[in-house]
């Protein structure tokens, strides 16, 4: 009924910037809140940031500063601008959505994960 699409990961050096992309597509009435999550090796899953339907966003302490998250209500798209990437910022990005449906259910969504590599 509704899937979230990824894209923008890849391998970057450390100091670089990459920029993820998610789009949601299906039987969507309003999206409520989108973001991403993160899972690096040996930790567990963590929430970088998100942002609800009026802009209102929320970031993860250890990347304040550096990423930027932002959306396109009219393209059902979420960004993550990702600035002086760090080795630990390495992990598979997880995007997530908090939406209503056509039917009128509220559920959360996730995307299938794109890896981020920042070498030393």
């Known amino acids: 009924q509704v899937q979230l699409v990824e894209s923008g990961g890849g391998m970057v050096q450390a100091g670089g910037s990459l920029r993820l992309s998610c789009a949601a597509s299906?039987?969507?009435?309003?999206?409520?809140?989108m973001g991403w999550y993160r899972r690096a090796p040996g930790k567990q899953r963590e929430l970088v940031a998100n942002?609800?339907?009026?802009?209102?966003?929320n970031y993860a302490d250890s990347v304040k500063g550096r990423f930027t998250i932002s959306r396109d209500n009219a393209k059902n798209t979420v960004y993550l601008q990702m600035n002086n990437l760090k080795p630990e910022d390495t992990a598979v990005y997880y995007c997530?959505?908090?939406?209503?449906?056509?039917?009128?259910?509220?559920?959360?969504?996730w995307g299938q994960g794109t890896q981020v590599t920042v070498s030393s």
């Open positions: 942002i609800n339907s009026g802009g209102r966003t």
């Open positions: 299906g039987s969507i009435f309003t999206i409520n809140v």
């Open positions: 997530n959505a908090n939406l209503r449906t056509t039917d009128w259910r509220s559920n959360d969504y």
